[in-house]
Nanobody, 120 residues
């Protein structure tokens, strides 16, 4: 089994920074691709950033130039560095991991989410 756990959320003022972490714990798998999603109250869950195991990234237009995603394959961990945060970034941030098992199968897993609150 694999467990996906996010951490690093919190409350910051506008212009501040946070670094979110997402760890996929377990054994006999590797990260194929991981995405961060954000969900504000009453809104749908939207993709914020995606990274592949070889480090290729894709970002939503709203966070380009402010957020940076990175991966540590040895630790099965991805990070989301969030700079110049804005009040509109306030949301619960979820990690969505696409896992490749050693037998070749792939599975997808959501984390429980971490709250990011940006005050003006």
């Amino acid at each position: 089994q694999v467990q996906v756990v996010e951490s690093g959320g919190g409350m910051v003022q506008a212009g501040g920074s946070l670094r979110l972490s997402c760890v996929a714990s377990g054994s006999r798998f590797s990260i194929n691709r991981v995405s961060w999603y954000s969900q504000a109250p009453g809104k749908q869950r939207d993709m914020v950033a995606t990274i592949t195991s070889d480090g290729m990234t894709n970002y939503a237009d709203s966070v380009k130039g402010r957020f940076t995603m990175s991966v540590d394959n040895a630790k099965n961990t991805v990070y989301l560095q969030m700079n110049n945060l804005k009040p509109q970034d306030t949301a619960v941030y979820y990690c969505y991991a696409n896992i490749r098992w050693y037998n070749g199968q792939t599975t997808r897993h959501w984390g429980q989410g971490t709250q990011v609150t940006v005050s003006s």
